[in-house]
């Protein structure tokens, strides 16, 4: 007997004798000899009590550097946002944690009246009419987008901006090729999308706002080029800054689609979060997983279900829109609590804040020798630097000192070879941003000293 | 009067101007004016109508809207193919210490040597319970997980300069199979099931060649039942040089006790929210790993997790556990960064807690929790009227016909589930696998006592008795829950599915 079971020996006697048989061994007739393992599961140890596992994952999580300790400036997708107590102590309530998919509605209305709140929040943040309950994650939102394009679209071909996170590029590649469908870029100019000649066989044009160096794009413009070529328009958003910027409904983009991390939950070394996923009233029947939707019961009293089911996959199968089942829905609960408690005025204060302190920053690095702008469009909580130095150098350099500097863009982007990008959140001050600057400083010019030196040896 | 309190006002309808619960940190640099830095013609008019409520107000909405759930701690789960197993609350505190939490998925390997080998010793243990040696943890759902699988297979066809269209899956099949191979870019061809609710072997034989890329199957199936065949079954698609695909939406039954790997499967998915106690969340969040053979290893998503020896250039002593990108023949990325690692936390604790003994004495129970309750519902004469679609041993679980009871007792299977809900149990899994007439698939899982499966045997045969006296107690049910039936057909009519402002 485990800890978790609880089938006494007596327990065990009564109930093999009510089935009938003589032995537990006995319930697994049905398994072929072939196939059956002669020996224990080997590598998993024999179990630990409470106090050993939790010595074991402290100990683990302890060899990680975490955002708590050390200053850091990475983003590049996910952000290091403050989550406040309420979030924790709303969502652990086992009666959010534990419950399955709402099944039956009656005994769910919680769950589906918090996703009907939570689509509503997601409708208000986009400009878009329906939201669904959540998707899985950023990237993969993207790919999801992508197949909705695939069937409601027309052409072959879906033009991705160089501007979309590479992880997002990378995941409707590796969808697009089972649908026999290319993906072509569309290059970065001066920090935003290009869009030249679409041609009329492209099936969406895909960018995202603000894109992967912190630039905000001129949606309308780019939505109006797409629609022009035939094209469906998605746009991946970061959700925070749309408290501020023109929304994508606004701007006739056709589905919105994002990572919520920001709003509320943890960054988890990247997942647990949620994707949200948003479109026109036209493409209401094509979106994939849960909808919530408000109803009556027999006694006219309001209530909350799962709802456009006929899209889902356990009823339309293979015809299904999606094969999405299990999404995110607690987080997608943490994402529509955190924007309750930010409010309407309160969002705009913390992305305006974000967008002062992201200024300054911007202006107080590039007064940094030796490091300039990578472009200079408008940014809101992010944009993207060019060093004079070997970036993942300096980047070891002012980890020395405490500061992570953000991510180096050289991976995905070789044309940036020593691009940094720099995430602003609400937790970083201006005194955080001023010894950035001044270690960034130190760096720099040890980087310089020693390519000097080195320069020096060889001549 | 005095006016009742509404607990079904959203939060939207609980808002009020100047209300509010975030206060902003200090504005500590200069403040530019704030066309300067967004021109008028990118920022919108006006600002999201979010809520506008103080925090007390906003924690107490929502404690209330979690009393108007029901959940897996309160209360007996017993939904097929779901496995409502218990989620150990060790794995809450763990998962919450900042080590963990907050971790960027962007920091640098060698700043993330604990996340990294936790996730390497989560694949390893995975690979071993799957009998397959390799594992990619990044799949979010078994959804997911599913699709990694079918792109796997495409990829292994591939890079065989063959190019097959058709995946066989069992009419049995959940219904994220079908909807998975529409996805993957194949055509699905459903193979039927025989008298005793295995995979037809002659249908199989009739559908296998050489256009079939794989073969999805999940095993025990959705009926609860062991494939007998299995062996044979794998002959037949090896045969025609298809791939074997493992759903794992039933690994609770063998753990420990059979391995996919050594059934001849090519590619396995884990639900770590099933077995592995990653709580559901009402809808996710879950995991959905993929183990392959040898075979396929060259084609998972990348990064991968990989451990480097000493003298692998990593200059230390000690392993060191990396992302692997260089990995050429790879189908790509199927979602961002490494995958949900707080469910691989919960999950690689419960494994640790429970070892290889602790395991398989898990699916002993859940196979011996099964078959005891469907032998108490016969010892209450549930039989009669709710009989085993096959009458077999059962696995972790079983599923029922409510053909008899709708004919004989004029309720149908959804009453008897929605009159469980007035007894404080949620109903099993209803309408699924579509081959069994009014389906009722029942799963306790091993973590339910046998006090409580009991109980579940006397409702069942308490509501059937009272429906013999008066079916339209059961017919309108529920009685007791916060709202009663709800009228789905107008909510799909005219769908409202966000608040009107």
Not at chain 2, 47 to 72: C, G, M, Q, T, W
Not at chain 2, 247 to 273: E, K
Not at chain 2, 306 to 331: A, M, Q
Not at chain 2, 365 to 390: D, F, I, M, Q, S
Request: hydrophobic fraction near 40%; proline fraction near 6%; aromatic fraction near 6%.
């Amino acid at each position: 007997m485990s800890r978790y079971t609880s089938a006494t020996d007596d327990d065990r006697r009564e109930m093999l004798a009510a089935i009938g048989v003589g032995s537990v061994e006995e319930l697994f007739a049905d398994i072929p000899a072939g196939v059956r393992l002669d020996r224990p599961l080997s590598g998993l140890g024999e179990g630990l009590s409470e106090q050993e596992v939790f010595e074991e994952f402290r100990s683990l999580g302890e060899r990680n550097v975490s955002a708590e300790d050390e200053v850091s400036f990475l983003g590049a997708g996910m952000y290091d946002h403050y989550v406040p107590a309420l979030i924790d102590s709303i969502i652990t309530r086992s009666e959010f944690l534990t419950p399955y998919t709402p099944y039956q509605p009656e005994i769910s209305q919680g769950g589906l009246q918090a996703m009907f709140e939570y689509q509503t929040a997601i409708s208000e943040l986009t400009g878009l009419p329906v939201s669904n309950a959540s998707v899985y994650e950023g990237p993969s939102a993207v790919a999801a987008a992508g197949y909705v394009a695939k069937y409601s679209g027309k052409g072959q071909r879906f033009v991705i901006s160089r501007g979309v996170h590479p992880h997002s590029r990378e995941t409707l590649r590796t969808h697009a090729h089972a649908w026999g469908m290319e993906v072509v870029e569309a290059p970065l100019t001066g920090g935003v999308t290009e869009l030249a000649d679409l041609g009329d066989d492209v099936s969406a044009v895909i960018v995202q706002q603000p894109n992967f160096l912190g630039a905000v794009e001129d949606l309308a413009q780019l939505a109006q080029a797409a629609h022009d070529a035939g094209a469906l328009v998605i746009a991946a958003c970061d959700p925070l800054p749309l408290a501020l910027l023109k929304t994508p409904g606004e701007c006739g983009v056709d589905i919105v689609v994002g990572e919520g991390q920001s709003l509320g939950n943890r960054l988890d070394f990247g997942g647990p979060s949620f994707g949200f996923f948003a479109a026109t009233e036209a493409l209401m029947r094509r979106i994939p997983g849960r909808i919530a939707g408000e109803t009556k019961d027999v006694d006219g009293k309001r209530g909350f279900v799962l709802t456009l089911q006929t899209r889902e996959q356990h009823i339309r199968r293979e015809k299904a829109t999606s094969n999405i089942c299990t999404a995110q829905a607690l987080n997608a609960l943490a994402g529509v609590i955190y924007l309750s408690w930010l409010g309407r005025r309160g969002i705009v204060e913390l992305v305006e804040l974000m967008l002062q302190r992201t200024a300054y920053a911007r202006e107080r690095l590039t007064a940094v020798d030796g490091v300039s702008l990578l472009h200079d469009r408008p940014v809101v909580r992010e944009f993207a630097l060019e060093l004079d130095a070997p970036v993942q150098r300096v980047i070891a350099r002012c980890r020395e000192n405490g500061i992570n500097p953000g991510y180096a863009l050289g991976r995905d982007y070789p044309e940036h070879e020593n691009g940094l990008l720099v995430a602003i959140t609400e937790q970083r001050t201006k005194a955080d941003i001023d010894r950035l600057a001044s270690v960034l400083e130190s760096a720099i010019g040890a980087e310089g000293r020693a390519a000097g030196a080195g320069a020096g040896a060889r001549a | 009067m005095i006016r009742e309190a509404d607990d079904t006002l959203t939060i939207y309808e609980r808002s009020k101007p100047g209300r509010r619960a975030f206060v902003r940190p200090e504005l500590d640099v200069p403040e530019r004016p704030l066309d300067e830095l967004l021109a008028p013609e990118l920022r919108r008019e006006e600002p999201p109508r979010l809520p506008e409520v103080a925090e007390p107000e906003i924690v107490r909405h929502y404690n209330r809207l979690s009393k108007r759930n029901f959940d897996l701690d309160t209360g007996f789960y017993p939904l097929g193919s779901c496995t409502m197993k218990h989620n150990p609350k060790l794995h809450e505190r763990i998962a919450a210490l900042p080590g963990h939490a907050r971790m960027h998925p962007l920091q640098d390997p060698s700043q993330a040597q604990g996340a990294l080998e936790l996730m390497w010793r989560l694949q390893e243990a995975l690979g071993e319970i799957a009998g397959l040696p390799h594992v990619s943890l990044q799949p979010s759902a078994g959804s997911q997980g599913e699709l990694a699988g079918v792109l796997l297979t495409r990829a292994y066809h591939e890079d065989r300069g063959e190019h097959r269209t058709k995946v066989l899956t069992p009419d049995t099949a959940h219904g994220t199979n079908p909807a998975t191979v529409t996805m993957g870019g194949y055509e699905v061809v459903k193979v039927v099931s025989d008298a005793h609710g295995n995979v037809d072997l002659d249908d199989l034989r009739a559908k296998a060649d050489e256009d079939v890329a794989c073969l999805m199957l999940t095993n025990p199936s959705t009926l609860g039942l062991f494939e007998t065949g299995i062996e044979e079954i794998e002959r037949i698609v090896h045969g025609v040089g298809a791939t074997l695909y493992y759903d794992g939406a039933n690994l609770n039954a063998i753990m420990g006790i059979c391995r996919p790997g050594d059934m001849g499967f090519d590619i396995v998915h884990f639900n770590l929210h099933k077995s592995f106690t990653q709580p559901h969340g009402g809808g996710g969040p879950g995991a959905g790993p993929v183990a392959v053979s040898e075979r396929i290893e060259p084609f998972l998503p990348r990064p991968q997790v990989v451990r480097r020896e000493t003298g692998e250039g990593n200059g230390s002593r000690d392993p060191f556990y990396d992302l692997d990108h260089n990995r050429p023949k790879s189908i790509g990325r199927l979602r961002g960064f490494q995958g949900n690692y707080g469910v691989f936390v919960r999950s690689y604790a419960y494994i640790r807690s429970l070892g290889a003994p602790g395991l398989r004495e898990a699916s002993e129970t859940a196979v011996l929790n099964a078959n005891y309750l469907l032998a108490k519902l016969r010892e209450h004469g549930v039989a009669e009227r709710l009989p085993a679609a096959y009458d077999r041993l059962c696995m972790h679980e079983f599923v029922l016909s409510g053909e008899p009871m709708r004919r004989e007792l004029g309720i149908k299977t959804l009453d008897l589930a929605k009159r469980l809900l007035d007894h404080g149990v949620h109903p099993p899994t209803v309408y699924f696998p579509l081959i069994v007439e009014e389906a009722l698939m029942v799963e306790p899982t091993e973590t339910e006592t046998k006090e409580t499966l009991d109980r579940f045997a006397e409702v069942v045969a308490e509501i059937l008795r009272e429906a013999r006296d008066d079916p339209s107690v059961a017919q309108n049910a529920p009685h007791t829950t916060p709202v009663r039936r709800l009228d789905e057909a107008a909510a799909a009519r005219r769908p409202v599915v966000r608040q009107a402002m």
